[in-house]
């Protein structure tokens, strides 16, 4: 069973930083890639950024090229999303989720279940 727990939330100002964490359970991490989504009122749910099961990266949006890194640490079952150069446009609850081994793309259906999300707010 998947399950994740998201934590790091919170208002910033334009320009501030937040790391959040996706704490992950029901299955074996080292083995599935993470991705990071957020989705902003009133629109769908979108792709961020994945981390693959051995580290490779890859990036869903352009516009969080240079201000957003994933990571991870199996042994703490955590991924992590750090968010620099906040935007309001940034705004939006963020969702981490699974799927087995690498990252194929930013369709949800592909990924194994959603937790509650945290919420992220970008504004002055």
């Known amino acids: 069973q998947f399950e994740y727990v998201e934590s790091g939330g919170g208002l910033v100002q334009p320009g501030g930083s937040l790391r959040l964490s996706c704490v992950a359970s029901g299955f074996s991490l080292d083995e599935y890639a993470i991705g990071w989504f957020r989705q902003a009122p009133g629109k769908e749910r979108e792709g961020v950024l994945c981390i693959s099961s051995s580290g490779d990266i890859t990036i869903y949006q352009d516009s969080v090229k240079g201000r957003f890194t994933i990571s991870r640490d199996n042994a703490k079952n955590t991924v992590y999303l750090q968010m620099n150069s906040l935007k309001p446009e940034d705004t939006a609850v963020y969702y981490c989720?699974?799927?087995?081994?690498?990252?194929?793309?930013?369709?949800?259906?592909?990924?194994?279940?959603w937790g509650q999300g945290t919420q992220v707010t970008v504004s002055s």
């Open positions: 989720a699974a799927q087995y081994d690498y990252c194929s793309g930013y369709v949800t259906s592909d990924y194994n279940n």
